[in-house]
C-alpha cells in the first residue's frame, strides 16, 4: 500500500511539473468564468489608454441597446469630423465598446495591472504593506517563477494593496465602462454628450439633429447611469479632468500645437528678457562712461590756475 501511496504522488508531482505550455500551473482554474474575466480585464487595463467609469441601476436589455445604438451613431460623426478637417487619423469607433463588467473582478484586475511587477516587486501604493515573503520550500519550483496574472506570485503580491487604489471608493454596485484604443478627446466628448451630458455641460444631441436620441427607452437608461470617473494613460480624473480632456480643441494635435505655441512663448520671453538686462546693463554703462568723460573735461590739469 506505501509503494502505492508514493508512485501515486510521484505521478500527480509529475503531472504538475509537465504541464502544458500554453496552460502552466495556475493558482486560480483558468476554466471558471471569474478567471476568465480577470484575464480580459487585465488585458483590456493594459491596452486601453483612456476608460470611463459609470455606475449603472438595474438597465434593462432594450435601454442598453438603445444607448449603444445612440452612441455609436456619435462616434461616427466623430471619426466623420476628423476626416472632414483633413487629419488623417485611423477611425476608432468600431473599436470604442461600452460593456457592464464584474466590480470585484474589475477591482482586482487593477490591483495586478496597477501593483504587480514582474520583477518580484510590487508597486508601493499608501498605505500598503508587504506581505510576507515565502521561502522557496513553501513554493513549487514550477510556480515559483511564474507570473502570469492567474498564478499564486501574483495572487500573493496583490493580496495586501486591496483598497489602495484612488477607484477603490467608486468600484462598489453595477459597474460599466467605456474604453478606448486611443486618448481621442473628439470621440471622448461624443461619448460623454450621449452618456453625461448633464454632469459633463457637453451639449446633447437636439431633437432636430436626432429624434432618436430622445426616445424614451434611451432617454429613461441615460437616467440609471452615474459619471465615476476616468482613467487615462494610468491616471484617475475626476468630472473637471475628463471635461478638460474632452474640450481639448482638436484633439491630440491641438494639444501638441499648445505646447509647442507655449514652449515658443516661453523661449521668446525668456530672450526677451535677458535681451532686455543686456540692454539695461549697456545704457547704465555707457551713461557712466559719459559721466566720467565730463568730469574729466570740467577737472582743471595741473599747473593751471
Known sequence: MAAIATSSIDTSTTAVLRHPPSQPPSHRRPEERRSQLLRQYTSLLRTAPLMVLFQHNNLQSVEWTAIRRELNQALRKADEQQVAEGRNLPPIASRIKLQIVQTGIFEVAL????????????????GAVDPPKQSSAEIPDDTASLTHDLSRVVHDSI???????????????????????????????????????????FSAPTRKANPGYHDITVQE??????????????????????????????????????????????????????EGASKSLYLTLESRRSVLEAEEKDTPEKGEL
Do not use: Y
Open 111 to 126: 490591483r495586478i495591472v496597477e501593483c504587480f511587477r514582474p520583477n518580484g516587486q510590487t508597486a508601493r501604493l499608501s
Open 159 to 201: 493580496m495586501n494593496h486591496k483598497g489602495k487604489h484612488e477607484l477603490s471608493t467608486l468600484l462598489t454596485g453595477p459597474l460599466a465602462i467605456i474604453s478606448f484604443p486611443h486618448v481621442s478627446p473628439e470621440h471622448l466628448k461624443a461619448s460623454l454628450s450621449i452618456l453625461s451630458p448633464k454632469t459633463t455641460k
Open 221 to 274: 437608461g441615460l437616467q440609471k447611469l452615474m459619471f465615476l470617473a476616468a482613467r487615462v494613460d494610468g491616471e484617475v480624473f475626476d468630472i473637471d479632468g475628463t471635461k478638460w480632456i474632452g474640450s481639448i480643441e482638436g484633439g491630440m494635435d491641438g494639444l501638441r500645437v499648445q505646447l509647442i505655441a507655449a514652449l515658443q512663448s516661453m523661449g521668446s520671453g525668456i530672450a526677451s528678457a535677458l
